[in-house]
């Protein structure tokens, strides 16, 4: 069976590299105290597009560095920084023995996820990458899935995606015929329109929900 799986704040803890770049940024840059919250909140967990977000941090603090310079910086940190989240080496490990075909299916530039993949060594552990800047197509596309299913010769139908986003993961997963299991990261399913197979709280928890529901 494909389980298809995100990558950021699903296999890799996002969030935290990102508090830790914030941290060291607003450090390096001898920022105020509020900018701590302020950056974060801009960066609105990764769906503010980057150019904008460093153009707004250089005019509001005035940084004396061009926004490409910030912006270059921050993506080679941020892969440094790249960890997995709790569980997700086990849980992709796991999913191998079991005997399914697991496929990162990720929202973001080829440079990026591609890098944190490789720092975090997940590679190894899947069957297949297909990351949204090689292809120009981003979830919720049904094209970004069916290039996993094509890639691993798998069908959608009867699958699974595993992410944190409603829209992207859940809602684009349904349409293509695949259960879907959303990491709730202490939030609660507020679309009427569809509703996840499973709701995890955290991915130690997919197998058995996989096993349980087919």
């Given at each position: 069976m494909?389980?298809m799986?995100?990558?950021?704040?699903?296999?890799?803890?996002?969030?935290e590299?990102?508090?830790?770049?914030?941290?060291?940024?607003?450090?390096s840059?001898?920022l105020?105290d509020?900018?701590t919250?302020?950056?974060?909140?801009?960066?609105?967990?990764?769906?503010?597009?980057?150019?904008?977000?460093?153009?707004?941090?250089?005019?509001?603090?005035?940084i004396?560095?061009?926004?490409?310079?910030?912006?270059?910086?921050?993506?080679?940190?941020?892969?440094?920084?790249?960890r997995?989240?709790?569980?997700?080496?086990?849980?992709?490990a796991?999913?191998?023995?079991?005997?399914h075909?697991?496929?990162?299916?990720?929202?973001?530039?080829?440079?990026?996820?591609?890098?944190?993949i490789?720092?975090?060594?997940l590679?190894?552990l899947?069957?297949?990458?297909i990351?949204?800047g090689?292809?120009?197509?981003k979830?919720?596309?049904?094209?970004?899935?069916e290039?996993?299913?094509?890639?691993?010769?798998?069908?959608?139908?009867?699958?699974?995606?595993?992410?944190?986003?409603?829209?992207n993961?859940?809602?684009?997963?349904?349409?293509?015929?695949a259960?879907t299991?959303?990491?709730?990261?202490d939030?609660?399913?507020?679309?009427?329109?569809?509703?996840?197979?499973?709701?995890?709280?955290?991915?130690?928890?997919?197998?058995?929900a996989?096993?349980?529901?087919?």
């Open positions: 494909l389980v799986i995100d990558l950021d704040n699903t296999l890799g803890n996002r969030t590299a990102v508090a830790l770049w914030v941290s060291e940024f607003v450090s840059w001898k105020p509020e900018a919250g302020w950056i974060q909140k801009l960066d609105n967990d990764g769906y503010s597009a980057r150019v904008d977000v460093f153009a707004a941090i250089q005019e509001r603090y005035q004396a560095a061009p926004v490409e310079e910030l912006l270059a910086a921050y993506q080679d940190r941020v892969i440094e920084l790249a997995p989240t709790e569980g997700a080496m086990r849980c992709l796991s999913l191998r023995g079991l005997g075909t697991i496929a990162i299916v990720t929202n973001g530039s080829t440079k990026q996820q591609h890098g944190k490789d720092a975090m060594g590679r190894s899947v069957d297949a990458v990351v949204s090689d292809l120009g197509i979830k919720p596309d049904a094209r970004i899935f290039a996993a299913a094509a890639a691993t010769g798998q069908r959608l139908l009867g699958s699974w995606m595993v992410g944190d986003a409603a829209t993961d859940v809602i684009g997963g349904h349409a293509v015929g259960k299991a959303w990491l709730h990261r939030r609660t399913w507020t679309d009427p329109t569809c509703e996840p197979t499973v709701i995890l709280n955290s991915l130690s928890e997919l197998c058995d996989i096993a349980e529901h087919g």
